[in-house]
């Protein structure tokens, strides 16, 4: 057995140990028997290739569906994606995939990216948590398998919610802002015991530098490593990277005088998974051509994803939207990312707001921004996945609600949905990757 096989069964046993409800659990348990799989198959770096996709699904319900595939309507678009994924399947020193997704109210609390990051780095390796915005900037905001917070005074800052005037939020559109000395925010591996996150290499921050701007101190683990002074002759997102011994840490950055504006912070490792999971109220791609270009730019381009996500619909309301902003949109991200995949996201169905008293039936728009979604993939040839269709289509949010897994006004999505779609995408994700790997076994093998 080899040694990533080994560490795979400790970490199930760490699991069994520390768990804290069944669903961890299973999580742990299923991925760490993928893992193993993974590891064992591919001690030999460009021999066979394994990939493990599940035969039965952990979240099930009486409404489940066929899982639909992901679709390359770029023909090859996908294709450098997922030869990194075999690389980082075949264990390859180095290799890391990076993957970005953007969504709405139902992803700024991190579950349904919880989720997918959990699955894919206990299979394929844990390559750091990636990217947490310092602050809260909603009450419900609160990353998985990492810890962070604030203490003091400050206030938080959003593109939809509560936006600012000078428009600068860098590329998450989000943003905390303190000037109470000894004001502090922090971000924490997640704790012992948990399938992933547990450990970190490095930590890239983010700022503002402006004019009288403010100073703070970063700490690692309780050290002062400097003392930062954000004032600048003009705003500008800066940034600054830490390297540390892989292991658990704490960053914390302590206002020192003046007012002091932070972003975020990205986790990683060297080997593995890396997965952002951006979200932001009423999110679509208009709001986030409104955003500062440059800030948006210049943040994507420091993440350098391999494959980026776009899941919105729910507040577009008209599918001429899409025609006429996914352009732009697309020349944006094409800009900022040019080795990238991207693929885009059907919204899930919702239910329409009707008087009280009457039945609840599903929004009839969403049929056409899912096939107005669809139309765009395939104009900008990327790829894509029916998110919709996975849930059941038309008609299926009032039944997901009366069975808890939708919150009760029939739009956003509960813990128990979120986790679905993030199980019904990983395992489109694994079954689209063995495909790939049975038509050609040498995939990730490097250059031939």
């Given at each position: 057995m080899s040694k990533a096989a080994l560490d795979a069964l400790r970490k199930l046993d760490r699991s069994r140990a520390n768990a804290r409800s069944s669903a961890d659990m299973r999580v742990a348990l299923g991925l760490c028997i993928a893992m193993l799989g993974v590891a064992d198959a591919n001690a030999d770096k460009c021999g066979p290739l394994v990939i493990p996709v599940p035969g039965k699904f952990e979240q099930v319900s009486r409404h489940d569906v066929k899982v639909p595939d992901i679709v390359d309507y770029g023909e090859r678009q996908l294709d450098p994606f997922f030869e990194k994924l075999a690389r980082v399947a075949r264990g390859v020193p180095g290799a890391v995939v990076r993957i970005g997704t953007y969504g709405d109210s139902n992803w700024t609390n991190d579950r349904t990216a919880g989720d997918m990051r959990r699955r894919l780095q206990v299979a394929f390796g844990d390559a750091g948590h990636g990217f947490v915005a310092f602050g809260i900037p909603w009450g419900w905001y609160h990353h998985q398998n990492i810890q962070h917070g604030v203490t003091g005074k400050w206030n938080a800052w959003n593109l939809s919610a509560m936006p600012?005037?000078?428009?600068?939020?860098?590329?998450?559109?989000?943003?905390?802002?303190?000037?109470?000395?000894?004001?502090?925010?922090?971000?924490?591996?997640?704790?012992?015991?948990?399938?992933?996150?547990?450990?970190?290499?490095?930590?890239?921050?983010?700022?503002?530098?402006?004019?009288?701007?403010?100073?703070?101190?970063?700490?690692?683990?309780?050290?002062?490593?400097?003392?930062?002074?954000?004032?600048?002759?003009?705003?500008?997102?800066?940034?600054?990277?830490?390297?540390?011994?892989?292991?658990?840490?704490?960053?914390?950055?302590?206002?020192?005088?003046?007012?002091?504006?932070?972003?975020?912070?990205?986790?990683?490792?060297?080997?593995?998974?890396?997965?952002?999971?951006?979200?932001?109220?009423?999110?679509?791609?208009?709001?986030?051509?409104?955003?500062?270009?440059?800030?948006?730019?210049?943040?994507?381009?420091?993440?350098?994803?391999?494959?980026?996500?776009?899941?919105?619909?729910?507040?577009?309301?008209?599918?001429?939207?899409?025609?006429?902003?996914?352009?732009?949109?697309?020349?944006?991200?094409?800009?900022?990312?040019?080795?990238?995949?991207?693929?885009?996201?059907?919204?899930?169905?919702?239910?329409?707001?009707?008087?009280?008293?009457?039945?609840?039936i599903s929004e009839p728009f969403m049929r056409f921004m899912a096939r107005a979604k669809r139309e765009m993939a395939q104009i900008h040839k990327i790829g894509w996945w029916d998110q919709f269709e996975?849930?059941?289509?038309?008609?299926?949010?009032?039944?997901?609600?009366?069975?808890?897994?939708?919150?009760?006004?029939?739009?956003?999505?509960?813990?128990?949905?979120?986790?679905?779609?993030?199980?019904?995408?990983?395992?489109?994700?694994?079954?689209?990757?063995?495909?790939?790997?049975?038509?050609?076994?040498?995939?990730?093998?490097?250059?031939?």
């Open positions: 600012i005037r000078d428009g600068m939020y860098s590329f998450a559109g989000v943003s905390a802002e303190s000037s109470q000395a000894g004001a502090t925010a922090w971000v924490e591996t997640a704790k012992s015991g948990d399938p992933v996150g547990t450990a970190a290499s490095s930590f890239e921050l983010s700022y503002l530098a402006r004019p009288k701007g403010g100073s703070f101190e970063v700490l690692l683990d309780g050290e002062v490593k400097e003392v930062v002074d954000s004032e600048a002759t003009a705003a500008e997102v800066k940034y600054l990277r830490y390297k540390v011994a892989d292991g658990a840490h704490r960053l914390t950055i302590k206002i020192k005088k003046g007012s002091v504006r932070l972003f975020g912070v990205a986790l990683e490792r060297d080997r593995g998974i890396v997965l952002d999971g951006i979200g932001m109220n009423a999110l679509n791609p208009l709001r986030m051509t409104k955003m500062d270009r440059a800030q948006l730019a210049a943040g994507l381009t420091k993440r350098n994803y391999d494959l980026l996500i776009e899941t919105t619909g729910t507040n577009v309301w008209s599918p001429i939207d899409h025609k006429t902003v996914m352009p732009e949109f697309m020349t944006l991200l094409r800009g900022a990312l040019p080795n990238a995949a991207f693929m885009l996201w059907s919204a899930p169905d919702f239910v329409k707001m009707n008087r009280e008293g009457e039945p609840a996975a849930l059941g289509g038309f008609g299926s949010a009032p039944k997901w609600t009366k069975d808890h897994f939708y919150e009760p006004d029939g739009i956003h999505i509960g813990p128990r949905m979120n986790a679905y779609i993030g199980e019904r995408f990983v395992h489109a994700l694994l079954a689209e990757l063995a495909r790939r790997v049975e038509k050609d076994p040498k995939l990730g093998c490097g250059s031939r």
